[in-house]
């Protein structure tokens, strides 16, 4: 039985393997065979920036809605690679500067000689993006539009053995340089000239040299010896993907980038300067076609940053012992901003800086952009047996947000009213215009504030910190982003620790207006009375504005509107006294616009009418329901069925659980019992 089971298991995966897909992975074939492949898709031979910029465009751009500014989104930031697991939400700008370095660069433009450093905070996400760099480049290289090729040599000695290229280099380098010019013309198109620079690297040019000996200078008979075959990047193999992390600075040796000499093989070749006795198997050497990442760029010793100018400037390393060596990769490095600020006060750093093109990546400033990040990692399917209650993960980043911002030089505009401008929300007197002058004139906004690392981890304590509960709510995260700031380690001063709590009351604040509007809205959602109370409301605005009566249902006799009905309705949203004509005709207007197309009219498509109705028909319906009897003990049984009811529409359409929707409804009550509810609210 055992055996079946085990056999079993291995025809299942027997039945999900692609050996056709994994043979075109491994081609391999001859010189000869890889110009015909160069000839059909001369693209095989880009160069490193072009691939990179090929494999970003590969995966789609949208257009997002930004006013006036036209704002693209490069599908590949999304991660579609692993279903979104590394997406970077927002920084939809800093983005589209990347790529358009990218751009440059494939064309030729001078980008491709400089260092690209991604400049932020911790924690806002410069490694994520060098991450899905290099995850996209392994995946690109796998496919029929990201394929590339490499080379190694027949061994002299054991032709069934074949030694590869320690670089991967392209195999178009083998062409004599002075053939070069006429036969990559002959191979590129007018929608894609093939470009080979360098000359190969001190191995492949030792055998080549070997070999040109052996075969009397025929470099014909010299490239049958050399067996073409795909190129698959790997970071964990070390094939086309570097990565390179400084460490003590008493430890740091420039041979990790640049490879060292094999001492045990000297011994066997006689010299230290022999090609064969050298592990090209720095860092730079694997990403060669590729691309490196420098985690903390800016803390490496100034010996590894001589190495660093002459890769980006000159496209070239220096291997001990040997002569330079030419590289095709795209440099990436990351840095913080205190790092950052010592580059630029170190005049002994000037080469550096002027052969590197910053990118900033603040923290997101956009609510829904950093909502995104919390859910990614918290949400009701990946947390298992904890309900997260609404408006927890968006408090949470409403707060970070606010930390984040700069104090609107407009006094009459609140911290809290700029967010939600920048999210896209709408306020009277703020135009497009207005909110770009905001964001203009703050200069330091998303480079400071608090880390989403930070918030995560405070969301994780809240889910471990109630093991008794089946719900966390936003008071048990705001309770722990409150505490852990005693001992945050970037906050440096008393001043900031009171403005970041100051901040936590304003958050809570706001979540005390979201929650009492959602209970006002729960307690008036019975849609045969609101139909009833519009229909009512309507009928009273149409005979007003035609100056007519209205039938009493009842008596059947006919009355003048009822000015009351209707001005306790619109008062619940602001309109004026000296506004009301204006409103009732643009309302009147709205059902006559809709009757024309043959439509009909539907409060829920008139989303101030529908908020007015739900009001007044809150404030009629509380005292029935006598909400403030919930923080007693004694609830008569007729006042429990409509608190029931009142939390099954909680938990059905604002996506409470029981127990939330229960510790909602008791925090509002015990509003209503403190006497602080606004009736505008």
Request: hydrophobic share 35%.
């Amino acid at each position: 039985m055992i055996m079946e089971d085990g056999r079993a298991l291995i025809n299942l995966i027997a039945q999900r393997q692609n050996i056709e897909e994994y043979q075109k992975e491994h081609w391999e074939g001859s010189f000869e065979e890889y110009l015909e492949i160069v000839a059909r898709s001369p693209a095989v031979a880009r160069n490193s920036w072009q691939r990179v910029y090929d494999m970003v465009m590969s995966y789609g751009q949208r257009t997002l809605e930004g006013g006036r500014e036209k704002l693209i989104r490069y599908n590949f930031f999304d991660d579609p690679i692993q279903d979104g697991k590394d997406g970077v939400f927002g920084l939809t700008r800093p983005l589209m500067d990347l790529v358009n370095a990218f751009m440059s660069a494939a064309q030729g433009y001078g980008i491709e000689r400089r260092v690209l450093l991604l400049h932020g905070p911790v924690g806002s996400s410069k490694s994520t993006i060098a991450r899905l760099l290099k995850k996209g480049l392994e995946h690109y290289s796998r496919t029929d539009e990201g394929a590339l090729y490499t080379y190694g040599w027949v061994d002299d000695e054991d032709p069934t053995n074949i030694i590869p290229c320690p670089m991967h280099e392209e195999p178009l380098k083998l062409i004599p340089r002075a053939d070069r010019a006429e036969l990559l013309q002959k191979l590129s198109t007018p929608e894609f000239k093939i470009k080979i620079e360098g000359d190969l690297n001190p191995f492949c040019r030792r055998v080549y040299n070997d070999k040109m000996r052996k075969y009397g200078g025929d470099w014909t008979r010299v490239i049958q010896d050399v067996r073409v075959r795909r190129l698959l990047f790997s970071e964990q193999d070390r094939v086309g993907i570097g990565t390179f992390q400084p460490k003590d600075e008493k430890n740091q040796d420039s041979t990790e980038l640049t490879g060292d000499i094999n001492y045990r093989k000297i011994a066997e070749l006689g010299s230290d300067s022999d090609p064969r006795a050298f592990n090209f198997d720095g860092e730079f050497n694997v990403a060669n076609r590729g691309l490196i990442e420098f985690i903390e760029v800016l803390k490496l010793d100034v010996a590894f940053l001589y190495d660093l100018l002459g890769a980006s400037q000159e496209h070239k390393i220096k291997p001990k012992k040997f002569a330079q060596t030419d590289i095709d990769e795209v440099i990436i490095g990351h840095t913080n901003e205190p790092e950052y600020r010592k580059l630029q006060s170190n005049e002994f750093m000037e080469a550096l800086r002027d052969r590197t093109v910053k990118i900033d990546v603040p923290y997101v400033t956009r609510l829904s952009d950093e909502v995104r990040i919390y859910e990614k990692d918290f949400n009701s399917n990946r947390v298992t047996g904890k309900h997260i209650a609404p408006h927890t993960l968006e408090i949470a980043a409403m707060w970070a947000i606010l930390t984040r911002l700069e104090e609107p030089k407009n006094a009459s505009l609140t911290l809290l009213q700029k967010l939600k401008l920048y999210d896209g929300k709408s306020l009277p007197g703020f135009t497009e215009e207005n909110i770009k002058e905001l964001k203009e004139e703050a200069h330091r906004e998303g480079m400071q504030g608090i880390s989403p690392r930070y918030v995560q981890d405070k969301i994780s304590n809240a889910l471990v910190a109630h093991p008794e509960a089946t719900s966390i709510n936003p008071f048990m995260v705001v309770n722990e982003l409150e505490s852990g700031l005693k001992h945050h380690s970037l906050i440096n001063s008393e001043e900031l620790r009171g403005h970041y709590r100051q901040l936590l009351t304003v958050v809570k604040e706001e979540y005390e207006d979201i929650v009492k509007n959602e209970v006002q809205r729960a307690i008036a959602a019975d849609e045969a009375a609101m139909t009833r109370l519009c229909g009512n409301y309507i009928d009273n605005v149409k005979a007003y504005t035609q100056k007519e009566t209205v039938i009493n249902k009842f008596t059947g006799q006919p009355e003048e509107p009822d000015e009351r009905l209707m001005r306790s309705i619109e008062e619940k949203i602001g309109i004026r006294e000296s506004r009301k004509d204006d409103f009732r005709r643009e309302i009147m207007n709205y059902i006559g616009a809709l009757a024309i197309e043959g439509k009909k009219f539907d409060y829920k498509t008139n989303e101030r009418l529908q908020k007015a109705l739900e009001l007044k028909l809150f404030e009629d319906q509380k005292d029935s329901i006598k909400l403030t009897s919930l923080v007693s003990k004694v609830v008569d049984q007729e006042t429990q069925q409509k608190i029931d009811v009142v939390k099954s529409r909680l938990i059905r359409d604002f996506g409470y659980n029981d127990e939330s929707a229960t510790d909602v409804l008791n925090y509002v009550a015990s509003i209503f019992a403190r006497g602080t509810t606004k009736s505008s609210s």
